[in-house]
């Protein structure tokens, strides 16, 4: 019965690992089927890449065909290609001297009997030829004229493109104007010439305030008008300076009363600026001051007249 037992445990463990084998190998060639289908995508996308280039490349060759084709329709001349052939075929083969008199008495010119006479027929040749040279100069001035007409044109263009972007420039650039609030119920622990940075922009025509900072740097030269209103914490006093370029265009002082009542301190001032030119609103005091905001302090200003 022992024996029995083991050898069934016996047979059962290499069940087992075949059984664990076979779902080793079945994995495997999952793994190799998913990388084969990964490799066939990304053989498959290639293959797209590769016929819209082609594509590309048969459009373009296209287009160069017709160009070529419309450049030889105009250029080449019917007439005097057919007059080109007549001659090299005269050159080419011996005319009996009965028809070569037959002939210029058809085309009334005379025959060709004397030295004097080829001298004559070299001449009109010469002039036939003069008159071909003319005719093909001729078309080819015109071809020239259509080229330099349509770059005329092209230029007319680029240049009615570029005063459209101008004029849209100018018209962007010409009007300045910006509006910030602050927003904070109050701004706490201002320190001596810290930087009023009224967060809240309500308009910024011209792109020159940066609230980040609090800045307003002038986009376009000219006269310009700046009005500032700060407000007072509740029982709190603030002094606040608005300048340009570290000089001081105007002083702002407010002192809130105790009870709960806020004081508020505008000023408006007018003055000339240079592109690149800074104005900002600085607190001077106290130290550790504070500010109230939530609207009742803003920061104002308006390009007046350009120069």
């Known amino acids: 019965m022992s024996a029995t037992n083991h050898n069934l445990q016996t047979e059962h463990a290499t069940l087992l690992q075949k059984l664990t084998d076979q779902e080793i190998t079945i994995a495997t060639l999952r793994t190799d089927l998913d990388n084969q289908k990964s490799i066939s995508k990304e053989s498959s996308r290639q293959t797209a890449v590769l016929q819209s280039t082609v594509n590309g490349m048969g459009v373009t060759i296209a287009k160069l065909k017709r160009i070529f084709a419309s450049f030889q329709e105009h250029s080449n001349d019917k007439t005097g290609n057919k007059f080109y052939k007549e001659i090299k075929q005269e050159d080419t083969k011996e005319i009996p001297a009965s028809k070569l008199n037959s002939s210029s008495q058809h085309l009334n010119l005379p025959s060709l009997d004397n030295n004097n006479n080829i001298s004559l027929m070299d001449a009109d040749i010469s002039e036939k030829s003069s008159h071909l ?51 904070p119920y109050h701004i706490d622990h201002l320190g001596d010439n810290d930087n009023i940075r009224f967060d809240r922009v309500l308009l910024n025509e011209g792109d020159g305030y940066h ?40 002083n702002l002082s407010g002192n809130g009363q105790a009870g709960g009542y806020l004081d508020q301190s505008s000023v408006t001032v007018v003055t ?36």
């Open 133 to 183: 040279g003319s005719l093909l100069g001729f078309v080819g001035e015109k071809v020239g004229d259509t080229k330099a007409s349509q770059r005329i044109k092209d230029n007319k263009t680029r240049h009615a493109g570029l005063n459209i972007v101008n004029s849209k420039q100018r018209a962007a650039t010409n009007f300045v104007a910006f509006h910030a609030v602050l927003t």
């Open 211 to 250: 609230n980040q900072h609090g800045l307003f740097i002038t986009p376009k030269p000219g006269f310009y008008l700046f009005s500032v209103t700060l407000a007072t914490n509740y029982d709190g006093p603030f002094f606040a300076e608005l300048r340009k370029n570290g000089a001081i265009l105007v």
């Open 272 to 307: 000339k600026l240079n592109a690149g030119d800074e104005v900002w609103v600085v607190h001077t005091g106290p130290v550790d001051g504070s500010i109230f905001g939530n609207y009742f302090s803003s920061f104002t200003g308006v390009l007046l007249a350009d120069f």
